[in-house]
C-alpha cells in the first residue's frame, strides 16, 4: 500500500467517528481543548486496535466479520442512540449520566469502528504494513474525532438542551447508514 492510500483509508475509517463525536460535542457544556483530545483519544485508541484484531483473525473469519459487523454497529449505535433521546425527552440524575458517559463514549467508539476490523481482515490478504496503517487509521481519527468534539459545542450552542436528542438522532442515522452500506435491507 503506498502512503497516499493508507491516508485515504485512515481519513474515510474516520468519518464515523467524527460524526459521533459532533454529537458528543453538542452535548457537552463548554469542552476545553484538552476534553477534546481525551475524547479523540478514546475514539482513536479503539480505531487503532479494531483494525489489528481483524487482521488477527484474517483469512478464517473474514465472511464471519464481514457478515455481522454491520448489524453489531447498528445494534450498539442504535442503543446508545435511543438512550440519549431518551435522556434528551427525560431530564435523569446528573451524578449518574456522568457514570455511564465514559462507558457510552467507549461503546460508541467501538461501534463506529467495527468496520475497521473488516478492513483488517482484509488487509490481511495484501501487501500492507498493518502495524503503520493502523497507527495512521488511530491518529486520523484521534484528530477528526477531536475536531468533531470542538465543532459539535460550536453547533450545541444554537441547540441548546435538544442537544442529547439530536446527537441520539444522529447516532441512530449512523447505525442506519452503516446499515444501508452494507445490505440490500434499505435498497
Not at 434528551?88 to 467507549?106: N, R, S, V
Not at 478492513?119 to 493502523?134: K, R, W
Not at 453547533?155 to 442506519?176: C, P, Q, R, T
Request: aromatic share 10%.
Amino acid at each position: 500500500m503506498t502512503f497516499a492510500t493508507i491516508l485515504i483509508l485512515a481519513f474515510s475509517m474516520s468519518a464515523d467517528a467524527f460524526a459521533a463525536s459532533i454529537s458528543k460535542g453538542a452535548e457537552l457544556q463548554k469542552p476545553s481543548f484538552r476534553h477534546a483530545i481525551s475524547i479523540g483519544l478514546i475514539f482513536g485508541t479503539i480505531e487503532t486496535i479494531t483494525p489489528l484484531l481483524g487482521w488477527l483473525a484474517g483469512v478464517a473469519s473474514q465472511r464471519f466479520v464481514q457478515a455481522w459487523d454491520h448489524w453489531a454497529a447498528f445494534s450498539i449505535l442504535l442503543v446508545i442512540g435511543l438512550h440519549m433521546v431518551y435522556s434528551g425527552l427525560c431530564k435523569e440524575d446528573k451524578i449518574a449520566q456522568e457514570k455511564q458517559t465514559l462507558w457510552l463514549l467507549i461503546l460508541t467508539a467501538i461501534a463506529t469502528s467495527i468496520d475497521a476490523m473488516a478492513v483488517g481482515a482484509s488487509l490481511a490478504f495484501i501487501d500492507a504494513n498493518i502495524i503503520a496503517t493502523s497507527l495512521a487509521i488511530g491518529l486520523a481519527t484521534t484528530v477528526m474525532a477531536s475536531i468533531g468534539t470542538l465543532l459539535g459545542h460550536q453547533f450545541g450552542k444554537y441547540v441548546s438542551h435538544w442537544a442529547e436528542l439530536i446527537g441520539g438522532i444522529v447516532l441512530i442515522g449512523i447505525g442506519l447508514g452503516v446499515l444501508a452500506e452494507h445490505t440490500a435491507f434499505f435498497n
